[in-house]
């Protein structure tokens, strides 16, 4: 049993003064969000020893690019090497490698042995004075036993109950020791999770030298991919006088591993992980090969639709006023960036966290636009002139018009045009109707070809309280066969593009104003043939 102790007791003590890399706790500084990574930048604290030392460095986001690791250190601090891992043990956690481990383990198995003798004596015990208390009465119940045989026999009752008694306490006092080093043993096999803060399961492990012992600061500088932002915006106008208040706005979602506390943002529309190789032409051969068939899906005019809903918008937060005071834009050659002084909690569970990048008042030009062919209602269009200016990207809008909410829109200024325009939405107010005119349409065939005539009236009606101006389109067909012959007999007055078949109106309507316009075409072509888009 002594022996038993003395081991274990010496396993406890090798533990505790076994040598350990020195661990340390990254905190996240400030990150830089592209479209599908994020550049974080972490520091951390750490006494070295003179000599070389192994740094353990938690709190690092789960997956990191390895090549795009860089540490900062004093310049008496050498970095030997760097290693990215998700499975180094922490200093919490138990190495089962460690022969010391291994012999405390066996000192555990060798103390639950001798605990479970314990307990078996003690339980013999019990039985054996359990049994003396029962037969406590037996000199009632055997009238023939004499004085001396009695005294006797309390005699032998009291001496071996209290030997029993006494050896109960022994192993008591046995069992009380070997729970204390036990309890101590089990302590250094079991994770604190009381001092361990919720990290990730990152780390970095760094081979350092240095020539004199002292604290040092690190800098950590690196790149994940779980991490992305996206624009989008709030379209305000009161009315089609007033400028569009536009809030420029970015989600931004994280799953890095480890919470972004009080952390200064950048957003850049750069992408770091894109191959910048310039392409090389090679020389062009031509060869014989096989025919190859293409299938062509027909084209149709299509206009994004604007869900329009009906409940009131909230009045503008008053912090969205002034949070271009908080953010400066950065147009480099290659993107463009957003700091943001403001700082932000972005946590890591993949949900879209709000950032408010800029508050701009666009001066802008209203029409309405009208396609009947495609849809019979008016849409609202800002026209914003010069709009590079503002550094806007592709994103989902909001519109908020009149104080109401009316739908959802895109903004892409990824075009050539020198005018953006900015879908606000459907205008209930402004009534069109697209009909066909009977008994100028119809059908004639003259001998081998089939001649079809098509006339339309267009109507619009501005039942609005202001006058508007609209810019109204329709069209008539292109043929590409020459069987295949179209006249147009009547274009409304319209502008005619012959190129495309597009027909467009610049309409004036005064309050309670109705213009019609009416457009007519021919279409000849072989009666035995079928035009299926017709």
Same mark, same amino acid.
């Given at each position: ?108 198995? /060798? ?23 029962? =037969?406590? =009465? ?32 022994? /192993? ?187 508050? /701009? ?101 501005? =039942? ?26 009547? =274009? ?43």
């Amino acid at each position: 049993m002594k022996k038993t102790l003395a081991f274990a007791l010496l396993c406890f003590s090798a533990i505790v003064f076994a040598q350990k890399p020195i661990f340390t706790s990254a905190k996240i500084k400030s990150a830089t969000v592209y479209s599908n990574s994020a550049e974080l930048l972490q520091s951390a604290s750490v006494t070295l020893p003179m000599g070389t030392s192994e740094i353990v460095i938690k709190n690092v986001a789960d997956y990191i690019n390895e090549n795009t690791v860089q540490i900062g250190a004093p310049a008496n601090v050498t970095i030997l090497s760097v290693q990215f891992t998700r499975n180094f043990i922490s200093e919490y956690e138990i190495d089962e490698s460690n022969p010391m481990i291994k012999k405390v383990r066996d000192s555990i198995v /060798l103390i639950e042995k001798e605990m479970g003798k314990i307990a078996n004596e003690k339980v013999s015990y019990s039985k054996t004075m359990e049994l003396l208390d029962k =037969n406590q =009465n037996v000199a009632g119940e055997n009238s023939g036993l004499n004085v001396a045989e009695l005294i006797k026999l309390v005699d032998y009752y009291r001496a071996k109950r209290n030997e029993l008694s006494n050896s109960v306490d022994v /192993l008591i006092e046995k069992e009380k020791k070997l729970k204390d080093i036990l309890s101590k043993l089990n302590s250094k096999l079991e994770l604190n999770t009381q001092k361990q803060e919720k990290t990730s399961q990152g780390k970095l492990v760094l081979q350092v030298m240095t020539d004199v012992a002292s604290s040092v600061n690190l800098d950590i500088n690196y790149l994940t991919n779980n991490a992305s932002w996206s624009p989008f915006y709030d379209l305000r106008a009161d009315n089609i006088n007033s400028p569009i208040n536009l809030i420029y706005k970015a989600k931004v979602v994280q799953n890095t591993g480890i919470d972004w506390k009080k952390v200064k943002l950048t957003l850049s529309s750069g992408n770091p992980n894109q191959n910048n190789t310039a392409p090389i032409l090679q020389a062009w051969f031509l060869r014989f090969g096989y025919p190859r068939t293409y299938g062509f899906d027909d084209g149709e005019v299509q206009l994004n639709e604007v869900v329009v809903t009906g409940y009131k918008a909230s009045k503008k937060n008053k912090a969205e006023t002034s949070i271009s005071n908080y953010t400066t834009i950065n147009e480099n050659q290659l993107n463009v960036s957003f700091d943001i002084d403001i700082p932000y909690d972005i946590l890591s569970n993949g949900k879209a966290h709000s950032v408010a990048l800029k508050d /701009l008042k666009l001066p802008a030009t209203y029409k309405y636009y009208a396609v009947p062919k495609v849809e019979k209602e008016a849409f609202l269009l800002a026209e914003i002139n010069d709009y590079s200016k503002f550094n806007l990207l592709p994103g989902e809008a909001n519109i908020i018009f009149e104080g109401m909410y009316v739908g959802k829109t895109m903004i892409n200024p990824n075009q050539t045009s020198d005018t953006l325009n900015l879908s606000m939405g459907r205008d209930k107010k402004i009534a069109i109707k697209r009909e066909k005119i009977a008994d100028k349409s119809g059908t004639k065939f003259l001998s081998s070809y089939k001649e079809q005539t098509f006339t339309y009236d267009i109507t619009v009606k501005n =039942n609005k309280k202001e006058a508007i101006e609209m810019v109204l389109k329709d069209q008539y067909p292109i043929s590409t066969d020459k069987e295949i012959s179209i006249e147009l007999l009547d =274009n409304g007055k319209a502008k005619v593009n012959t190129e495309t078949g597009i027909l467009t109106w610049d309409v004036k309507l005064g309050t309670g104003e109705t213009k019609k316009f009416r457009i007519s075409y021919k279409i000849k072509y072989p009666k035995d043939k079928i035009i299926d888009n017709l």
